[in-house]
């Protein structure tokens, strides 16, 4: 049987993104962040493309580990300057009819009552096609800069989060009824007082015991993607995501990955199906084979090698500037991205790598791995992927920027097309619909769907009954 593959493109609102340095390309364009112009051609492209969405990676704080100082990160532009993402979406949404958006948005810093109201605005304004990328940040310099001592240990962060997706669920599904709302201007009544209810909810991380600001919008809850690959990250996506987002360096680590989080699924009583898998990917298209080498080659001469060390640092939370760069990797685990840390033993097992041989990983296209080649020979990898991991499609980043998508959607789209493993068409509604083709909204057993009944709660609560 014949799997459609599903695409995403991935940027950030900084520069560079995945692949420091190539901010020097002659044809970058990726500077222009600051400019909607940019982020609104870059969406009609992807729309042209037929891409499910465009994912916006986020950071609160900055990649200050290299050398125990925020110089190298601000001389390469290692994600920063590095702008809101919430507030290009509106614009984009306003000028597209079909793509979706992915939000990257911490919990850590944001109390769940004031984002829930934020999402709520943003699925209005969309019109339903928003999602959020749901994270717990791991850049200590973002937990001092918003007051907190430091960055939460790593499990201890879940622990917040599934607090925080409780509180969220119960503003966004349980608080307002469907029929609350009924703008009756003979009877002078907007919304009826008895259909929306105050969550009343107190727990070890945070006291909400009002009602949503918002009334219901079409997706209510936005599709959720989750990016943990720890082991506490996978239960909590096989819990919670809709889709889930992994820069999983090999096919072995990527299909073990993918299983396990199904896995985590079906003991959460969900449908592993009903979860979509995104892997980072970079592909480097050319008319040919020997068009993308050229392609490929001409990039790598503007990777900047302490811009790649400064990413690797802030990810994994150890300073690479204290090694020289033909020293070998020695594996220990910290309080940061910790999947991160055992990346590098994974994609060649028994390989030593140099502190050189990552930062050239690195370079282009971050963790993920990188395809080079004609239309054809990069649908072959895809399909390939495909086959062997059980991923269901690709989260793009960029090397150049517009020119990766755009190759992506001028040579690579129109050959997946014509194999029959990419839609030429989208579905109709909001995102949930186009990526599930069922109903706007999380239906059971998905955990967010059981909160819907606080009204009925709150009636049995008044009446004595248990």
Known sequence: MTREIRLNAFDMNCVGHQSPGLWRHPRDQSASYKDLDYWVNLAKTLERGKFDGLFIADVLGVYDVL????????????????NDPLQLIPTMAYLTEHLGFGLTASLSFEHPYTFARRISTLDHLTKGRVGWNIV?????????????????????????????LEVCYKLWEGSWEDDA??????????????????????????????????????QRTPVLYQAGASSRGKDFAGQHAECIFVAAPSKAVLKRYVANVREAAVQAGRDPRGILAFNLQTVIVGETDADAKRKFDEYRKYVSYEGALTLISGWTGIDFGQFSPDEVLRLRYTNAVQSAVETFTTIDPG??????????????????????????????????????TDVDGFNLAYAVTPETFEDAVDLLVPELQKRGVYKTAYRQGTLREKLFGEGPRLVAPHPGAAYRDLGRVEQKLASGQN
Request: proline share 7%; glycine share 10%; charged share 15%.
């Open 67 to 82: 050398n125990g100082n925020v110089n190298a990160a601000l001389k390469h532009s290692a994600q920063v300057p590095v």
């Open 136 to 164: 717990t940040s791991y850049l200590n310099s973002g937990a001092l800069n918003v007051g907190q001592a430091g960055q939460m240990q790593h499990d201890n962060r879940y622990d917040v989060a599934e607090e925080y």
């Open 181 to 218: 709302v009924v703008r009756d201007r003979e009877a002078g009544i907007f919304t009826h007082p008895s259909k929306v209810h105050a969550i009343g909810h107190q727990g070890p991380h945070f006291h909400v015991p009002g009602i949503h600001l918002s009334e219901p919008s079409p």
């Open 351 to 388: 390989k030593e790598w140099t502190v050189r041989e990552m930062a050239d990983w690195v370079g282009i296209g971050g963790f993920g791995p990188v395809f080079v080649g004609s239309p054809q020979t990069v649908a072959d990898l895809m399909q390939e992927w495909v086959e062997e």
